[in-house]
């Protein structure tokens, strides 16, 4: 293996051009000095809110700033990335990241002074200077929370208690990542390693069933040491989203969490309920999988492992470009135009250095690049995350070419939906090309893993998180056996008479982050149905479908995401778009038993 390059070492063709935001260190230092001068004048817009003329000025001058902050702290961000072993922008970023909680103090003011006017009165005013119009979603976006909103004394102390309320996560990610220890497993070459979070996934997908045994049975028996304090913690975080949301005058934690973004509580409930109406879906790939790995028995840990091994095949960028190019054809020559432009303009850094940070991400501002960081290694899963990355890009840069600063920006329900969109039609792409019926297997069986983990699993942590709160809404206590007991009926109803429910198993909810993360997993599976339904309307070539979906693209958070992608053609509050998911779940399932 060849040794990692230095960052200086690798040709800049291959980098970012970030240099575009800042030439030189003194050019960010030059804007920072006078950003700190103009960001100052802010505060004197407080209690002067009281006429249209005013509530514009302020916002010319916080939308003048804020793009300058943005840019600085993009630039010492990225600039971080690249090496984090660099204490020159180490310390830019520290600078930037102290200075925006002074920025954001300076803004705190705003929401609050224009939820004390009359709502008739903002309406009149936007009405009455032309200017203003522009702002006319912006402001109803934040009249609508009114109801919700406590007196200034109220607000300032459920602030200055935020640390407190978040102390379950704090407790939970300490507890997980640095307390808990998994011990020592044998790999597939029978040397001894230590198990941790970060290589269990490696190990769980390993073609040797003793070492996937063994690593699902060593970590799961761990967190079982600590079910108590794990239960403890994720019902004091439960019990935290729901105080607030009774503090806040929400019906429930769902609603607190839905409302804001105007999404129907119906979206997240008949999400749950197509899951359950199709579960027999998942019963039967359970049962191809039980067949194709030729297994006697199938257990919880034989889920991640591939159905057939291929020989991995080596895809160098500039051959991963051409085959992201030729699967996105279907969206026509303006999307491949501006994709091509991103690669020749400068905005990825491809390859991995010493120093760099580790995985991917598309990240820029209103008067930037779209820039993306990859750490490029040659293979199959790159030019996946090419496409993706790429995907959440194209999406900033028509959001920001098309929409105002102000609604350039894009909620998480719609964030995942161009980046899955690409990679649905590249795994499609590369299916219908492959002509090896071994690859041909793999790659099938890598899209039904996708709609699996993204869309089953996901809803299944729904359908959990939607039992926890609820029955803690009721007064009903939860304990660690109230935890496991729920968690292991999910599974077997999710993965049906088949599959040997491993007792092992019933602790899992006890891992998962992102239950501290109130209601959020459901979006990774309307986004992933959302993003079906655009790929499959451009697939089979229905009218319209690439100026809608370009439509979708360009619209950033000028709307709520809901009535966003139902413009486009999308409508999450029916069950169409999840159901057309189980049907090319079904379909693939058609493939995988006619290859097989």
Not at 8 to 28: H, L, N, P, R, T
Not at 188 to 198: A, F, R, Y
Not at 310 to 332: C, H, R, S, Y
Not at 517 to 523: H, K, T, W
Request: charged residues 30%; aromatic residues 12%; contains cysteine.
């Amino acid at each position: 293996m060849s040794e990692l390059k230095k960052r200086e070492e690798i040709d800049d063709k291959y980098k970012w051009k970030i240099d575009k935001v800042y030439k030189s260190i003194e050019d960010f230092e030059k804007d920072f000095e006078e950003v700190k001068k103009e960001a100052v004048k802010l505060q004197d817009y407080s209690g002067k809110l009281t006429n249209g003329e005013a509530i514009l000025e302020y916002l010319k001058l916080n939308e003048k700033v804020s793009r300058k902050v943005e840019n600085l702290f993009i630039y010492a961000h990225l600039k971080s990335d690249e090496d984090t072993s660099n204490a020159t922008y180490q310390a830019l970023m520290s600078k930037i990241d102290i200075y925006m909680a002074e920025f954001s103090s300076y803004t705190a003011f705003f929401v609050p002074e224009i939820l004390a006017l009359d709502d008739k009165f903002i309406m009149d005013e936007i009405d009455r200077i032309e200017e203003m119009h522009q702002y006319k979603f912006l402001f109803e976006d934040i009249l609508k929370e009114k109801p919700h909103i406590l007196s200034k004394e109220m607000e300032e102390l459920l602030a200055s208690a935020s640390d407190c309320l978040d102390a379950p996560s704090a407790i939970h990610n300490m507890l997980t990542n640095a307390d808990m220890t998994f011990g020592k497993i044998k790999d597939e070459e029978g040397n001894e390693v230590e198990l941790t979070e970060g290589n269990y996934s490696s190990f769980i997908r390993s073609k040797d069933r003793n070492v996937r045994k063994a690593a699902f049975e060593k970590l799961f028996s761990e967190y079982e040491k600590f079910k108590n304090t794990l239960a403890t913690s994720l019902t004091a975080s439960i019990k935290t989203f729901n105080f607030n949301s009774k503090v806040r005058k929400y019906e429930s934690a769902l609603e607190a969490s839905l409302q804001p973004n105007n999404i129907p509580l119906d979206v997240y409930k008949n999400a749950v309920k197509v899951m359950n109406d199709n579960v027999s879906s998942l019963h039967r790939y359970v049962k191809i999988k039980k067949e194709l790995l030729n297994l006697d028995e199938i257990h919880m840990y034989d889920l991640y492992v591939p159905i057939i091994e291929t020989q991995k095949e080596k895809v160098e960028f500039n051959d991963g470009v051409k085959i992201v190019l030729e699967a996105l054809k279907p969206l026509g020559e303006e999307y491949l135009d501006i994709f091509k432009g991103g690669i020749n303009d400068g905005w990825i850094d491809i390859y991995e250095n010493k120093g760099k940070r580790g995985g991917a991400y598309s990240w820029g501002g209103y008067d930037t690049m779209p820039y993306v960081l990859l750490n490029y290694n040659n293979e199959l899963e790159d030019v996946s995350t090419l496409a993706h990355e790429m995907g959440h890009s194209i999406h900033s840069y028509y959001s920001r070419k098309e929409q105002p600063y102000h609604y350039a920006g894009y909620t998480l329900f719609c964030a995942e939906v161009a980046s899955t969109t690409n990679e649905k039609l590249l795994i499609h792409h590369l299916i219908e090309k492959e002509n090896d019926e071994k690859k041909k297997l793999s790659l099938i069986n890598t899209e039904l893993e996708q709609i699996r983990t993204t869309v089953f699993r996901q809803l299944m942590f729904a359908e959990f998180e939607l039992y926890t709160h609820e029955s803690l809404e009721k007064g009903i206590p939860l304990t660690s056996e109230d935890y496991s007991k729920a968690w292991h009926e999910l599974n077997v109803k999710y993965f049906g008479p088949e599959m040997i429910v491993d007792e092992n198993i019933d602790i899992e909810w006890a891992r998962i982050p992102h239950f501290y993360s109130d209601f959020y997993v459901y979006q990774y599976a309307t986004g992933y149905a959302a993003a079906s339904a655009f790929a499959n309307a451009i697939l089979e070539g229905k009218v319209n479908a690439v100026e809608k979906y370009k439509g979708f693209l360009k619209s950033g958070g000028s709307d709520y995401p809901i009535e966003i992608l139902k413009k486009a053609g999308v409508d999450m509050t029916t069950k169409e778009p999840l159901e057309a998911t189980i049907k090319r779940f079904n379909e693939l399932l058609d493939m995988i038993e006619k290859v097989k």
